[in-house]
């Protein structure tokens, strides 16, 4: 049988060598920048999508500095093998001129209708609002933008999931509460492609740390996970068994994490992956790990370990069964690492420790 056009268009963006300070894993099969040249001076927060045309399509946010009024929501598309240059396509000017920083672009592809691009605006993220934009053209052009309702922010870092049923559940979280963890994650659920939302609340038990970034995770038999970071040390966990309509209270994990941003998906053949900091301070190194329960994880790869911030990351898997993921070299150009799952080598993460290489 013959690829299927999509899969050969995808390929052409793998199908290059990875980069010299990648190439420790066989796994790795391309490591380069989205962009060699950043038009702005920083950039931060990207997102990565495979289009219904099967095209790669990423996203950051970018400007002066992250909360400076002239960030805005950028992106670019893999044509022919080659990303196209960065292109602003929102910005946070209201409608009497004054102008605010825009946050945290997500993209999320349904299996029926236009590609969607989340992002969120205001001067910080305690009181930060939500949009949203579509593709009918698979990320060429964008519509206008259209705010969220007032309770409804949008996945907050993380793409949504779309579970059997055609349900969208995202992830996401509010800053700044002024009743119980002043950070506070929250699901939203939508049963008609994202035209009205439903809010789901996480109980707060006493000693529930604060946490933001859901994840979604998919388990047998309909039981969904979410994990993400906390200003513990360590990510949360917390499941569900009704396919999003109520979740337990948080747990947490036994993997350090320095309270930066993470992300994880739910392979074709069930096993999880977490691209996360394994540190308690800083944010290297940048580290991959496997799991088939979400609780015992398997170390899997570093992508960076050099000092300097690498940070909030996402990943994806493309229809071809390798792994995608970007993520924030050091707050100035956005990174793209592919990765074919069936090379990793596992070694198991005990006491939260990650395996020494001998």
Known sequence: ??????????????????????????????????????????????????????????????????????????????????????????????????????????????????????????????????????????????????????????????????????????????????????????????????????????????????SIQPSILIHPEGRLQALGRTTKGKLFSTTSSDNGLSWSTLTLLDLPNPNSGTDAVTLKDGQHVLIYNHTPKGRSPLNVAISRDGLAWQAALVLEDTPGEFSYPAVIQTRDGLLHFTYTWKRQLAKHVVVDPAKLTLKPIVNGQWPVEK
């Open 1 to 210: 049988m013959k690829p299927h056009a999509s899969i050969l268009l995808t390929s052409l963006c793998l199908l290059a060598p990875a980069a010299k300070a990648a190439t420790l894993s066989p796994a790795i099969v391309r490591s380069e920048f989205i962009f060699d040249k950043n038009p702005v001076p920083s950039c931060h927060a990207t997102t990565i999508v495979q289009a219904n045309d099967g095209s790669l399509v990423a996203s950051w946010f970018a400007g002066t500095h992250e909360k400076n009024p002239d960030v805005c929501i950028w992106t670019a598309r893999c044509i022919d093998g080659k990303w196209s240059a960065p292109e602003q396509v929102a910005n946070g000017i209201q409608p009497d001129g004054t102008r605010l920083p825009c946050w945290n672009p997500v993209l999320f592809q349904p299996k029926e209708g236009p590609l969607m691009l989340f992002y969120k605006v205001g001067p910080n993220c305690d009181i930060w609002w939500g949009l949203v934009r579509t593709s009918v053209d698979n990320g060429k052009t964008w519509s206008e933008p259209t705010r969220l309702p007032e309770i409804i922010l949008g996945p907050v870092k993380n793409k949504p999931v779309q579970l059997a049923d055609g349900t969208l559940l995202s992830g996401s979280s509010w800053e700044g509460q002024k009743t119980g963890p002043v950070w506070q994650i929250h699901f939203e659920r939508s049963t008609d492609n994202g035209k009205t939302w439903q809010f789901i609340k996480v109980p707060q038990a006493q000693d529930s740390p604060p």
